[in-house]
């Protein structure tokens, strides 16, 4: 099964949370799951990292596999953000990884559930 993993839990784990430590523990000892991120989850961490960090950082994600952003899922995003932005907040980037995960029957984790109100999407809260 592939899993999507949202920014706000790979940010927390290269600042070093016990938390999100212990979370990537926890799932890596699931078996069957293939590790997945959207390409703008990506682009959100490797924009902003330090140099210093650069190094640590890729290694971290190569643990990861890619999603790419295509049409598709940018016309279903699109549908998503107009739904959901106004009452819950979602994003941009929040729409693009729930259409990516939505359409892989993935299951997302993220700390931001509020984020993610469908009911056709697999969502649980990492900690």
Not at 1 to 7: E, G, H, I, L
Not at 55 to 64: D, G, I, K, P
Not at 87 to 93: A, E, F
Not at 101 to 113: D, P, S, V
């Amino acid at each position: 099964m592939k899993v999507f993993f949202d920014t706000d839990i790979l940010i927390w784990h290269l600042r070093g949370s016990k938390q999100a430590l212990h979370f990537f523990k926890k799932v890596s000892e699931k078996d069957g799951l293939e590790w997945w991120i959207g390409a703008l989850n990506r682009a959100e961490i490797v924009f902003f990292m330090r140099p210093s960090e650069e190094e640590r950082t890729r290694l971290f994600l190569t643990r990861f596999n890619t999603h790419p952003v295509d049409s598709a899922i940018v016309d279903a995003a699109s549908a998503l953000y107009r739904q959901w932005n106004p009452s819950h907040g979602m994003d941009i980037n929040d729409a693009i990884l729930a259409a990516t995960a939505e359409q892989n029957g993935a299951l997302l984790y993220t700390l931001n559930t509020k984020h993610y109100p469908l009911k056709t999407l697999y969502i649980e809260k990492a900690w």
